[in-house]
């Protein structure tokens, strides 16, 4: 089955759909897409490397994971797919902490340009990675992910360390990578 992104304006009202290869290029238009942010019940962040086959921002560290909502998909839904499929991940808890979130990257020619709303997760097991979507993970200390993004920024993924630098202020983040 071939998967669709959903082509948006401005104002994130759907104008479209391609398919999800074709719409990442060098002209990539605005479309939606989601990332999350996974904390284990030790409140440790799973940090995730992108497969290395991967056409968009291939070995990149960045969030636990990515993903884009299929056209009338729920975002939430998206997401718990994603976490799913990428993960072996089901959420304990999902919440929407950065609802209108946007940006812009490019690597290697390729560049992302979403609305990307950010939620926060908390799981209760141990992932069993999907070797197409991610190359590794580690789980860290959320204070000494925020050093060390602030310290290296180039090491991670564009779209994390804007996402991180809103994050890191938020009672509810902290909430969950003191209190799971």
């Not at 999902?94 to 799981?123: D, S, T, W």
Request: charged letters at 25%.
């Amino acid at each position: 089955m071939q998967e669709l992104v959903v082509l948006v304006d401005d104002s994130n009202n759907q104008i479209g759909v391609l398919p999800k290869l074709e719409a990442h290029n060098s002209h990539t238009p605005l479309h939606r897409g989601f990332s999350c942010y996974v904390f284990n019940k030790n409140g440790q962040f799973m940090l995730t490397q992108r497969a290395l086959s991967k056409k968009v921002f291939p070995g990149i560290w960045t969030n636990s994971c990515c993903g884009h909502p299929a056209p009338a998909e729920e975002i939430s839904h998206a997401v718990k797919r994603r976490l799913e499929f990428e993960l072996g991940l089901e959420p304990k808890k999902l919440r929407l902490v950065l609802p209108k979130f946007r940006y812009q990257a490019e690597m290697n020619g390729i560049l992302e340009n979403e609305i990307c709303p950010v939620y926060i997760a908390q799981v209760l097991t141990e992932p069993v990675i999907n070797p197409d979507e991610v190359e590794d993970y580690k789980w860290i200390d959320w204070k000494s992910f925020i050093n060390e993004i602030a310290q290296n920024p180039q090491e991670y993924s564009k779209w994390c360390v804007e996402q991180v630098e809103q994050l890191r202020y938020m009672k509810i983040v902290n909430d969950y990578a003191t209190k799971c």
